[in-house]
Nanobody
Framework: QVQLVESGGGLVQAGGSLRLSCVAS????????MGWYRQAPGKQRELVAT???????NYADSVKGRFTISRDNAKNTVYLQMNSLKPEDTAVYYC?????????WGQGTQVTVSS
């Protein structure tokens, strides 16, 4: 019912910035919540940020003040602006959404932060 396509990952030096994008298919984008998660090798997948259909946001303590999640319902797109990046931010970042019946994940995009 929903397909998620991510882009924007890459290699950046510590202190730099990246913006991730996730484009969702379908006609129900405006009523579903969206989130960004990340997973480093050998670690559990963890929540980074969420945004509701109404625009309310929530962030992991590790990224507060540095990352910003936003959505553009007209473009069926959710963004993650990442500033002041640290080596510990290195991970595969995943876009996620939920309907009343199913959970959907994007393919993931690699973010690597060098020191």
């Amino acid at each position: 019912q929903v397909q998620l396509v991510e882009s924007g990952g890459g290699l950046v030096q510590a202190g730099g910035s990246l913006r991730l994008s996730c484009v969702a298919s379908g006609s129900i984008f405006r009523i579903i919540p969206m989130g960004w998660y990340r997973q480093a090798p050998g670690k559990q997948r963890e929540l980074v940020a969420t945004i509701t259909s109404g625009g309310s946001t929530n962030y992991a303590d590790s990224v507060k003040g540095r990352f910003t999640i936003s959505r553009d319902n007209a473009k069926n797109t959710v963004y993650l602006q990442m500033n002041s990046l640290k080596p510990e931010d290195t991970a595969v970042y995943y876009c996620k959404t939920e309907t009343a019946y199913l959970t959907y994940w994007g393919q993931g995009t690699q973010v690597t932060v060098s020191s």
